[in-house]
């Protein structure tokens, strides 16, 4: 049995069967993928900047048709998809099919599995180059990263080199966007919405054949967030819990309140996140990259605020 059914959780137990939603207070929660939907949501990471182990860095796949697009590439990105390729058997998220990615935000805890992203499956036998859309800087940050493993390429591509016969498979196509329709092919049309978070951000909407999945990133509540889903059948929202905030100590010595400052500008809480999801209606709403005392506190502090269908996304669960 899939180890993240055997995990107790105090949590929703919800199952996706088509594209009904059904939900029941459980003691556990088992996600099921939509059976007849073709679109796959993949939790890669719905960690945080804290480095927790079963929690790895944003990352989120959304999966049509036997293709993977990436949304942020937090730390460990690789190996979860390949874990969830493993573990699921969605091949598109083997590592050499990992080729169309959009960043939210070019903050670390999004970004720093760019590296991974570009290299990891080159090494492994990506032959085409990695294509990325995000907000402006994501291009000095796509060369900047090349330059810095330059030593790596020009060793893997020289006469001697291991990869010379694929030599671009660690290049990237870096597209920086403005809100609006950003992407667009046979699976899946992606429009950015711009968001309140504290540089240029993102979330996106993908209209598939047969979903539509609006992902937040980082944010503080937008309208520009309800009128992307507006019924959509999949919300995925970051949140946190003000009991969390309050009992937070200040990293690095900061003076008290730093993060509550920063936190109450450019993130959401349990309470917000419910208003926004009253007014955006989605058929499911999965929360992620949280942080709260427990799961449980998460669990029951959104309860208390919003009776829709919701669930505490976890690594590696498929929806
Ligand atoms: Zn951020
Ligand atoms: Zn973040």
């Known amino acids: 049995m899939n180890h993240h059914l055997t995990r107790l959780r105090v949590m929703l137990t919800a199952m996706v069967v088509g594209s009904v939603v059904v939900a029941a207070h459980s003691a556990e929660q088992s996600p099921r993928a939509s059976q007849s939907s073709s679109t796959k949501v993949v939790l890669l990471g719905t960690g945080t900047p804290a480095a927790t ?8 796949a959304i999966v049509v048709n036997d293709t993977a697009y990436l949304v942020d590439f937090g730390p460990g990105v690789v190996r979860r998809a390949s874990a969830a390729a493993a573990g699921t058997g969605i091949m598109a998220l ?7 990615a959009f960043v939210t935000h070019l903050h670390s805890d ?39 493993y330059r030593v790596d390429i020009d060793t893997r591509t020289n006469a001697d080199g291991n990869q010379r016969s ?31 978070h504290a540089m240029e951000s993102y979330g996106y909407r993908f209209d598939t054949p047969d979903r539509s999945i609006v992902i937040s990133g980082d944010t503080n509540p937008t309208q520009a967030t309800v009128d ?12 946190h819990t003000s009991a969390w905030l309050a009992a937070r100590p200040e990293a690095g010595g900061a003076p008290p309140g730093t993060f509550r400052r920063f936190s109450e500008k450019y993130h959401t809480t349990t309470e917000q996140l419910a208003e926004i999801a009253q007014r955006a209606k989605p058929r499911l709403l999965i929360l992620y990259h949280y942080n709260s005392l427990t799961p449980e506190e998460l669990q029951s502090d959104m309860m208390k605020h919003y009776s829709g269908q919701f669930v505490i996304g976890r690594d590696l669960d498929v929806y």
């Open 166 to 196: 694929f030599p671009d498979g660690y290049k990237v196509n870096a597209h920086e966007i403005i809100a609006g329709v950003v992407y667009k092919d046979t699976n899946v049309t992606v429009t950015a919405f711009a968001t309140k």
């Open 228 to 239: 992307a889903c507006r019924g959509c059948d999949v919300l995925i929202h970051e949140v």
């Open 94 to 100: 083997q590592p050499t099919r990992l080729q169309i």
């Open 53 to 60: 182990p079963d929690r790895s860095g944003p990352a989120t």
């Open 110 to 148: 999004h970004t720093v599995g760019f590296a991974d992203l570009i290299f990891s499956p080159w090494t492994l036998g990506r032959r085409v180059p990695l294509e990325v859309y995000g907000p402006r800087g994501l291009k000095e940050m796509s060369s900047h990263l090349i330059e810095a």
